[in-house]
């Protein structure tokens, strides 16, 4: 994965968005903290510097050692980064006297700048800060306004390097992708070289490489992310791979039997275990949320360990990690407790210690579909909306027993079921129902009931971060609804969940 470009990460919440636009140019980036970057500076062909929450001005603001990379590598510095330059070099930064937030229109573009090819005064740009850049850094020659921010871009003769107070990387900037692809592939020289056929190529020869003959095992889930990291090793190391997919008892209505027939079609080596008992057991009387999650995660490793144990001279364990995880881990914040990070720490089970492999540890999630697509994963695999690792656990509010897990993937199932049959499914990002701790009464014939509420839930997104409901028809929402208290034992009541993400999350618990 040649032709780097290196993203420092000052703790913006926009930093994750760079990368994936600058991924969507076909070009591979990697993110660092601004404090801990790469030491072999030499692959990367540019560098951008993300926004911060901090201002420049602050003690405690990061302060980045850019001596190896400023006036040696195309740099491109937003928001905090460019007002980090003006700063430090020669320029002022002070206090906005108005509030620079929100959408903004150029309305001054220096000509002939290569930055700003194909760019034309009043293109809309996002900003988000409290200070300005009053003054200009040392040769700094303005490239660019705003009605309210006169050094809105900047760059400094006799080097490659450029500066935004605006945000290129966000939706709400509408030429930001050029711009950014005006700035490494035209200014930076950056090949467009990183699709999925190139990424997929080299990968299976990295890891074979890396693996040679040894065994590797691997905890399928059903979801895209375990489900593309097994096809590719699959591809790199064949038989080698054993795959296990546990049930916990809390997956959707009959998804265990059909998802390990579709793993099966797909030539892979897996073994199912059905450990629905054992885990429903566990969960007897647990209603804390984070107390179900726990259960759920220990009685899987368990199970996992007890079928690891089977197996000869393992010597891998393959995971399914994506980019965010590994961003989230490293975060200038600090790095986060994860059980990837410790699979060496004694007292854990014997298959957390070994090495780990994960194939898509570089990718976002996007982009893990499209090399699933590019190894010929059936898309309706591939476009399976994200369920959570506990399952159908924290979709029931309060305890779980077997009536109650029966009664949510019924409705589920007539949900779900519906959202496809209404060519609705894959305009949702995800969708599912929620089984409410409350009873409410019912008329049903001439009797009168006391029975279950359910909500359902459906939401639209893109990374899971943000989300918003989705506004399903009110023909569809009256059918299903009928649907789920005709044909559903227990049921009464249907609420459709009406609230974005933030502040409420997709998830109930």
């Keep these: 994965m040649q032709h780097n470009v290196l993203i420092l990460d000052f703790g913006s919440q926009y930093t994750q968005l760079i990368a994936r636009r600058v991924r969507e140019l076909n070009i591979f980036c990697e993110i660092y903290p601004y404090n801990n970057p790469p030491e072999d500076l030499s692959s990367f062909k540019a560098v951008i ?24 590598k195309p740099l491109l510095a937003v928001c905090y980064g460019a007002q980090y330059l003006a ?3 020669g320029g002022e930064v002070a206090p906005s006297n108005i509030r620079e937030y929100g959408r903004a229109n150029l309305s001054f573009i220096k000509e002939g700048e290569t930055f700003f090819e194909n760019v034309n005064v009043g293109s809309q740009v996002w900003m988000s800060h409290s200070d300005t850049i009053k003054q200009l850094p040392t040769n700094g020659v303005r490239l660019a306004s705003t009605k309210d921010v006169e050094n809105a871009a900047y760059r400094i003769e006799g080097e490659e390097t450029y500066a935004i107070q605006f945000h290129p990387e966000v939706y709400h900037s509408t030429d930001g992708k050029q711009m950014l692809e005006n700035f490494l592939v035209k200014i930076a020289g950056v090949e467009q070289s990183f699709t999925a ?6 990968i299976i020869e990295e890891l074979k490489q890396k693996i040679g003959n040894d065994k590797v095992v691997l905890g399928l889930s059903g979801g895209v992310d375990s489900t593309v990291a097994a096809v590719l090793l699959n591809k790199a190391i064949g038989d080698n791979l054993y795959c296990i997919f546990v049930n916990n008892g809390l997956l959707r209505k009959n998804e265990f039997e059909s998802v390990l027939h579709q793993y099966k079609d797909m030539g892979l080596n897996v073994k199912g275990v059905d450990a629905s008992a054992r885990f429903l057991d566990a969960l007897a009387g647990l209603d804390d949320p984070e107390a179900k999650r726990k259960t759920i995660g220990r009685v899987f490793i368990e199970v996992f360990d007890d079928e690891a144990h089977l197996l000869k001279d393992v010597k891998w364990l393959g995971q399914g990690t994506i980019y965010p995880d590994v961003i989230e881990s490293v975060s200038v914040k600090g790095p986060s407790a994860t059980i990837k990070s410790h699979h060496n720490v004694g007292g854990l089970p014997d298959f957390m210690k070994l090495q780990v492999v994960e194939p898509l540890r ?19 695999l591939l476009g399976r909306h994200p369920f959570p690792g506990p399952g159908l656990a924290i979709r029931i509010l309060g305890d779980i027993t077997p009536e109650k897990v029966s009664i949510l993937q019924e409705v589920d199932a007539i949900f779900i079921n519906g959202l496809k049959e209404h060519g609705l499914y894959n305009k949702v990002w995800q969708a599912g129902a929620i089984l409410l ?21 459906a939401v639209e997104s893109t990374d899971g971060m943000t989300a918003d409901w989705v506004h399903l028809p009110y023909e569809f929402l009256m059918k299903v609804s009928n649907e789920i ?7 009464n009541r249907v609420v459709y969940d009406i609230s974005s993400k933030p502040p409420a999350t997709i998830e109930w618990e």
Aim: charged residues 30%; glycine residues 8%; without cysteine.
């Design 49 to 72: 510097l993300s926004g911060s929450p901090f201002s420049v001005r602050s003690e405690d603001a990061p302060h980045p050692d850019l001596s190896e990379i400023r006036g040696k």
């Design 87 to 89: 700063h430090f070099s």
């Design 197 to 202: 056929n190139a990424f997929v190529e080299e």
């Design 362 to 380: 570089m990718l976002f999630k996007d982009e893990v579909r499209r090399v699933g697509k590019t190894l010929g994963i059936d898309d309706e």
């Design 437 to 457: 701790p409350v009873n409410s009464v019912g008329v049903m014939g001439d009797e009168r009931t006391y029975e279950k509420v359910v909500a359902l839930r």
């Design 485 to 491: 208290i005709n044909k559903v034992k227990g049921v």
